[in-house]
């Protein structure tokens, strides 16, 4: 029975996309993977990261990595403030924190309505973290594939610190 409500869960949360604010261009992430979203907080930093890895949070007693999206994607570095905001999603059985400028909305996108990335140069990594492009009335969303946000030694790096 308890497995059945699960099963559910996860369909009603199918094709649920959180949308959040990068600069002028919005993204989303599959709600399934979401934790829960926090105010910004006092971030403390720790050496020998990458640049776009903050530091880690105390999210009620836990230790959680946080990474700047904005930093990730190789955009200009920017203040926080009070609409900026802590998305904690699940990558691979680890809480990381996604810095994120705002959060906008939930959207139900279907999964006949989400194209694939277009495609680019093997070689550069420009398209590794779109799981689609959703369609949504005359709007088009990036949808990120938070599995693929971090290269596999970064996660391991992050795992350890928390």
Not at 24 to 36: F, L, M, P
Not at 127 to 132: A, C, H, K
Request: hydrophobic fraction near 40%; proline fraction near 5%.
């Amino acid at each position: 029975m308890e497995t059945e409500v699960y099963e559910q869960e996860v369909d009603m949360q199918e094709g649920q996309f959180l949308t959040f604010m990068i600069g002028d261009q919005q993204y989303g992430v599959e709600i399934k993977h979401v934790t829960e979203i926090i105010g910004i907080q006092n971030i403390t930093a720790l050496p020998d990261l990458p640049p776009f890895v903050k530091g880690v949070i105390n999210l009620r007693g836990r230790v959680i990595p946080v990474v700047d999206v904005r930093l990730r994607f190789d955009m200009e570095a920017r203040d926080y403030d009070e609409r900026t905001c802590i998305i904690v999603v699940n990558i691979n059985e680890t809480s990381v924190g996604l810095v994120v400028d705002t959060v906008a909305e939930v959207l139900n996108i279907p999964v006949e309505s989400i194209e694939p990335p277009p495609k680019v140069n093997k070689k550069i990594n420009g398209n590794r973290f779109i799981y689609g492009l959703g369609k949504v009335e005359d709007e088009v969303q990036i949808l990120l594939d938070t599995q693929k946000l971090l290269f596999e030694e970064e996660l391991e790096q992050l795992t350890a610190l928390g």
